[in-house]
């Protein structure tokens, strides 16, 4: 469930929201569309117009009929005031956060300096549903781009997400677009942003583009890489350890 903020206004000049459509304004209810650090918040509000001059009803003046110069008389006629009823606004912001994405490797949490090591990110495109004035709301996020700082020093973004290395038919340490290759031994921290793109959609109405992105930063993973050298074996070490060369 999304957090909900709910105010009311009261006043007799409410001023339409210019990012709202003139349908909107006239139906009463308008919805825009934010996007901050790592949410995007959707407001909603809602006018009833109020009323206009109104009496209680006709008076019949007492007879005979006076002219009301004494402000202290009792028994000339005065109409009573109108009353008007004034605008009534209410004004609701729910937010909604996409979910956050993972950052994978393989090998897992350890690689060979001088190979390349595969990343990829999960996390596909979502909606995330939410309230808004009591009718239902809906944000969908798309991950679009993504950032990865591998704690080496050198970084790089690409508009794909990457993937296994079963997953791309290739074997493995074989390069791949989102593969890096440490030069040095050592242990790196290796860290991702993904940023995304959103829609919202209010009631049963179609989907609107939020302008602006968001970025969210991804789990991350620390990584030993190591050194690799090519001995000549009797058997497998794993079936013989204690093998020449094991």
């Known amino acids: 469930m999304v957090p909900l903020l709910t105010s009311m206004i009261l006043g007799f000049n409410v001023a339409s929201d210019p990012g709202c459509s003139l349908l909107e304004v006239n139906s009463?209810?308008?919805?825009?569309?934010?996007?901050t650090t790592d949410t995007v918040d959707l407001t909603g509000t809602s006018?009833?117009?109020?009323?206009?001059?109104?009496?209680?009803g006709p008076r019949t003046p007492?007879?005979?009929?006076?002219?009301?110069?004494?402000?202290?008389?009792?028994?000339?006629?005065?109409?009573?005031?109108?009353?008007?009823?004034?605008?009534?606004?209410?004004?609701?912001?729910?937010?909604?956060?996409?979910?956050?994405?993972?950052?994978?490797?393989?090998?897992?949490?350890?690689?060979?300096?001088?190979l390349a090591t595969n990343f990829y990110a999960t996390g596909a495109q979502h909606v995330v549903d939410g309230e808004l004035l009591g009718a239902a709301a809906q944000v969908?996020?798309?991950?679009?781009?993504?950032?990865?700082?591998?704690?080496?020093?050198?970084?790089?973004g690409h508009p794909f997400s990457g993937g296994t290395w079963a997953a791309q038919g290739v074997r493995e340490f074989d390069p791949t677009g989102t593969s890096h290759v440490y030069a040095q031994r050592g242990t790196y921290y290796v860290d991702l942003d993904?940023?995304?793109?959103?829609?919202?959609?209010?009631?049963?109405?179609?989907?609107?583009?939020?302008?602006?992105?968001?970025?969210?930063?991804?789990?991350?993973?620390?990584?030993?890489?190591?050194?690799?050298?090519t001995v000549l074996v009797e058997r497998e070490c794993t079936?013989?350890?204690?093998?020449?060369?094991?």
């Open 47 to 56: 006018t009833d117009p109020g009323a206009g001059p109104t009496t209680t």
């Open 194 to 229: 993904v940023e995304y793109a959103a829609e919202y959609r209010y009631g049963s109405g179609e989907w609107v583009g939020v302008v602006g992105t968001l970025v969210l930063p991804a789990n991350r993973l620390v990584i030993t890489a190591g050194g690799a050298k």
């Open 62 to 114: 007492p007879p005979p009929v006076s002219t009301c110069n004494d402000p202290a008389s009792t028994t000339c006629y005065r109409p009573l005031p109108a009353t008007v009823t004034a605008p009534v606004t209410v004004a609701d912001i729910a937010s909604f956060r996409p979910s956050p994405p993972t950052d994978r490797m393989e090998p897992d949490g350890w690689t060979v300096a001088g």
């Open 140 to 156: 969908r996020f798309t991950p679009v781009y993504w950032s990865w700082s591998y704690g080496d020093g050198s970084s790089a």
């Open 28 to 35: 009463g209810t308008c919805v825009t569309a934010n996007v």
């Open 239 to 246: 079936r013989n350890p204690a093998g020449p060369g094991c």
